[in-house]
């Protein structure tokens, strides 16, 4: 491995190659018909050229054509929504008894409301509503909805809200992706016309205007004058000055001991007197940034970790522009995963690693741990995977934006601007949850007046990263769309990989609300494997369901393991057999560890200068900082 470092604004200088199988094979050829092995190669004629040349003009003006349009529809893709809405209509256009099942929906819902309206015009005190919103609808909790007329505004809205979720809903012969992406777009439609949203018809609005004579509608007015001068300065979010990284978030003492035009490898500084021989490699996401595992010190995991005795590295990635279009999905593997355990190879010896991959950084691990399994090469001792996926068939409500024509479309836009942008992507998150994300903000920081407080995690969220161009596409297509992991088709040098090749023990992660990579898919590490497998499921989302250290409130988990010759198990039921457990799931993690790790040792030292991997400077390094 080389030891040639480079400044954070240099560009990429070649590095030395990782150790991996010198046997590989080739990348793929085109095998030609035996008949025409040995013919001289034809030249094109000057019609043949014509329509190269033609075609190219035209995809380059239909991709320019996309990409202009993609800035005006937030990426999304107007064919991909007219293809889904076409084939719900047509289907339910020909679905006569699904029509008449609606209208009788329609009639029902209508005497349900006419009834509530009735027994509120007679005075009757606490009528019943004709209809309760679902468990994580927060919109009409106060009570003041329960008065007239506003109890009759939400239980109209949910009365058709429900009716539109009955009518975008098993219409036979739509198919599920195009039902799935209907029925989401319908709801986000609904969700503007929802009387929480607007000051006439939002009583706890009114009630607060009254009582402050106004005030909070003035206070909202700037809190919202605010928020679109940041954003057309390109300024972060408001609170966000009270969180800086290096001062108050990713604060746990460390060194940058390897940097290449990737990543940069910290190493944290010990914190106990012996440590266990084998290192922890954790491997984050580069769709966000790492400290997202080094927030706060009461909340940093990387930090408990460390004072667990164990010697921590944490890859940091490089935020890509316009010029880094080209890097693969594979530069990943080999720039990020490889490089960064030859790192740790030659600062901690020949001692074994736990490898950790959380969310992309997961899946990224999985295939290099599975193309490390074929060619022989034992470096891990065993693998953990938190909130990360091998198998997309069940990748959640992304895969709403995941179809050949979304892909094209987001494809051409990122042609254009060389990456995914940070905006773009946080767009499509925050649809996802729009009444959290969206229009409950509307209403507590514009209509109220009220600044919700920033947190370290709202400060990372915002923290966002862009995608290169090339990377990104593979991803989309080679994994959520085709799903060529799980189904043994992705390459690597040139032969496919995996899981089933790893025979080291495995921890797999799961959170329950998760909708980013829901449980029940991370479940799957159990069918795609041939191993021992822990899994765990924790109470909280993607993120939230993460940061859970000891003490916070709240928190539970199950845990159980299967080991390779115990017959499987389908996720529910696994759930309703495993008992939950009280408390933050981290100390049944280092547990976890621990057992597999072996008698505590001297630390090593911080980097290794003979190998050419001196400290560069102090955690958490200058590729977290660039925006």
């Given at each position: 491995?080389?030891?040639?470092?480079?400044?954070?604004?240099?560009?990429?200088?070649?590095?030395?190659?990782?150790?991996?199988?010198?046997?590989?094979?080739?990348?793929?050829?085109?095998?030609?018909?035996?008949?025409?092995?040995?013919?001289?190669?034809?030249?094109?004629?000057?019609?043949?050229?014509?329509?190269?040349?033609?075609?190219?003009?035209?995809?380059?003006?239909?991709?320019?054509?996309?990409?202009?349009?993609?800035?005006?529809?937030?990426?999304?893709?107007?064919?991909?929504?007219?293809?889904?809405?076409?084939?719900?209509?047509?289907?339910?256009?020909?679905?006569?008894?699904?029509?008449?099942?609606?209208?009788?929906?329609?009639?029902?819902?209508?005497?349900?409301?006419?009834?509530?309206?009735?027994?509120?015009?007679?005075?009757?005190?606490?009528?019943?509503?004709?209809?309760?919103?679902?468990?994580?609808?927060?919109?009409?909790?106060?009570?003041?909805?329960?008065?007239?007329?506003?109890?009759?505004?939400?239980?109209?809205?949910?009365?058709?809200?429900?009716?539109?979720?009955?009518?975008?809903?098993?219409?036979?012969?739509?198919?599920?992706?195009?039902?799935?992406?209907?029925?989401?777009?319908?709801?986000?439609?609904?969700?503007?016309?929802?009387?929480?949203?607007?000051?006439?018809?939002?009583?706890?609005?009114?009630?607060?205007?009254?009582?402050?004579?106004g005030q909070n509608l003035l206070h909202g007015s700037r809190n919202y004058l605010e928020d679109v001068t940041r954003a057309l300065h390109g300024r972060r979010p408001a609170g966000m000055e009270d969180f800086k990284v290096g001062e108050n978030l990713a604060v746990t003492p460390g060194k940058v001991v390897y940097r290449n035009q990737l990543i940069e490898l910290i190493q944290y500084e010990p914190t106990?007197?012996?440590?266990?021989?084998?290192?922890?490699?954790?491997?984050?996401?580069?769709?966000?940034?790492?400290?997202?595992?080094?927030?706060?010190?009461?909340?940093?995991?990387?930090?408990?970790?460390?004072?667990?005795?164990?010697?921590?590295?944490?890859?940091?990635?490089?935020?890509?522009?316009?010029?880094?279009?080209?890097?693969?999905?594979?530069?990943?593997?080999?720039?990020?995963?490889?490089?960064?355990?030859?790192?740790?190879?030659?600062?901690?010896?020949?001692?074994?690693?736990?490898?950790?991959?959380?969310?992309?950084?997961?899946?990224?691990?999985?295939?290099?741990?599975a193309a490390m399994a074929r060619d022989g090469d034992e470096r891990f001792k065993d693998l953990s995977f938190f909130a990360a996926q091998a198998d997309f068939t069940e990748a959640g409500e992304l895969m709403l934006f995941i179809n050949e024509s979304q892909v094209t479309f987001l494809e051409d836009m990122m042609a254009q601007q060389g990456y995914l942008d940070a905006k773009q992507m946080a767009g499509?998150?925050?649809?996802?949850?729009?009444?959290?994300?969206?229009?409950?903000?509307?209403?507590?920081?514009?209509?109220?007046?009220?600044?919700?407080?920033?947190?370290?995690?709202?400060?990372?969220?915002?923290?966002?990263?862009?995608?290169?161009?090339?990377?990104?596409?593979?991803?989309?297509?080679?994994?959520?769309?085709?799903?060529?992991?799980?189904?043994?088709?992705?390459?690597?040098?040139?032969?496919?990989?995996?899981?089933?090749?790893?025979?080291?023990?495995?921890?797999?992660?799961?959170?329950?609300?998760?909708?980013?990579?829901?449980?029940?898919?991370?479940?799957?590490?159990?069918?795609?494997?041939?191993?021992?497998?822990?899994?765990?499921?924790?109470?909280?989302?993607?993120?939230t369901g993460i940061v859970s250290e000891p003490g916070h409130a709240r928190r539970h988990y199950r845990i159980a393991t299967k080991h390779d010759q115990d017959r499987y198990r389908d996720a529910q039921r696994w759930f309703d057999e495993t008992e939950p457990r009280d408390g933050s799931w981290w100390p049944a993690f280092a547990d976890w560890l621990d057992a597999r790790s072996g008698r505590a040792v001297?630390?090593?030292?911080?980097?290794?200068?003979?190998?050419?991997?001196?400290?560069?400077?102090?955690?958490?390094?200058?590729?977290?900082?660039?925006?």
């Amino acid at each position: 491995m080389s030891g040639r470092k480079q400044s954070p604004g240099s560009d990429a200088a070649k590095v030395t190659p990782h150790r991996e199988n010198p046997t590989a094979g080739p990348a793929k050829v085109t095998q030609l018909h035996s008949s025409a092995q040995h013919a001289p190669p034809i030249a094109p004629g000057p019609e043949a050229q014509s329509d190269d040349a033609a075609t190219r003009f035209a995809d380059s003006v239909d991709s320019a054509i996309h990409a202009t349009m993609a800035k005006a529809t937030g990426g999304i893709s107007p064919s991909a929504l007219s293809e889904a809405y076409a084939d719900w209509a047509v289907h339910l256009a020909v679905s006569p008894g699904k029509q008449m099942q609606l209208m009788i929906k329609a009639m029902r819902k209508s005497q349900r409301l006419a009834r509530f309206l009735g027994s509120c015009a007679t005075g009757q005190t606490g009528a019943q509503d004709c209809i309760e919103p679902l468990p994580q609808d927060k919109r009409f909790t106060d009570d003041a909805w329960k008065k007239w007329p506003f109890n009759l505004y939400s239980q109209a809205f949910l009365l058709n809200q429900q009716w539109w979720h009955n009518a975008t809903n098993d219409v036979r012969g739509v198919t599920r992706q195009h039902e799935d992406v209907v029925s989401f777009v319908t709801r986000q439609i609904l969700d503007v016309f929802s009387p929480s949203n607007y000051l006439a018809t939002n009583p706890v609005v009114l009630q607060a205007t009254i009582s402050q004579g106004g005030q909070n509608l003035l206070h909202g007015s700037r809190n919202y004058l605010e928020d679109v001068t940041r954003a057309l300065h390109g300024r972060r979010p408001a609170g966000m000055e009270d969180f800086k990284v290096g001062e108050n978030l990713a604060v746990t003492p460390g060194k940058v001991v390897y940097r290449n035009q990737l990543i940069e490898l910290i190493q944290y500084e010990p914190t106990t007197e012996k440590v266990h021989p084998e290192p922890i490699l954790i491997v984050p996401a580069w769709i966000m940034k790492y400290y997202i595992l080094d927030l706060s010190p009461s909340n940093s995991m990387i930090q408990y970790l460390v004072g667990q005795g164990f010697t921590v590295f944490c890859i940091s990635w490089r935020n890509p522009d316009a010029k880094d279009r080209d890097l693969a999905f594979d530069d990943y593997r080999t720039l990020g995963v490889m490089e960064a355990l030859d790192a740790v190879g030659q600062i901690c010896g020949d001692a074994k690693v736990h490898g950790i991959g959380y969310c992309l950084g997961g899946t990224l691990l999985a295939i290099a741990a599975a193309a490390m399994a074929r060619d022989g090469d034992e470096r891990f001792k065993d693998l953990s995977f938190f909130a990360a996926q091998a198998d997309f068939t069940e990748a959640g409500e992304l895969m709403l934006f995941i179809n050949e024509s979304q892909v094209t479309f987001l494809e051409d836009m990122m042609a254009q601007q060389g990456y995914l942008d940070a905006k773009q992507m946080a767009g499509a998150f925050q649809l996802l949850h729009s009444n959290d994300l969206i229009w409950s903000k509307h209403v507590s920081e514009y209509l109220l007046g009220e600044r919700s407080a920033m947190s370290d995690l709202m400060a990372w969220n915002a923290d966002a990263t862009r995608m290169p161009a090339r990377m990104h596409s593979e991803y989309l297509r080679e994994l959520f769309l085709n799903n060529d992991f799980a189904e043994g088709r992705y390459d690597v040098n040139g032969r496919p990989v995996a899981l089933s090749d790893i025979e080291i023990p495995i921890f797999a992660l799961g959170t329950e609300w998760d909708h980013v990579a829901p449980w029940k898919s991370v479940y799957k590490f159990h069918l795609l494997t041939d191993t021992d497998v822990t899994f765990l499921l924790t109470n909280g989302g993607h993120n939230t369901g993460i940061v859970s250290e000891p003490g916070h409130a709240r928190r539970h988990y199950r845990i159980a393991t299967k080991h390779d010759q115990d017959r499987y198990r389908d996720a529910q039921r696994w759930f309703d057999e495993t008992e939950p457990r009280d408390g933050s799931w981290w100390p049944a993690f280092a547990d976890w560890l621990d057992a597999r790790s072996g008698r505590a040792v001297a630390p090593p030292p911080m980097g290794a200068p003979d190998a050419g991997l001196a400290p560069l400077c102090e955690a958490p390094g200058a590729y977290v900082l660039e925006a």
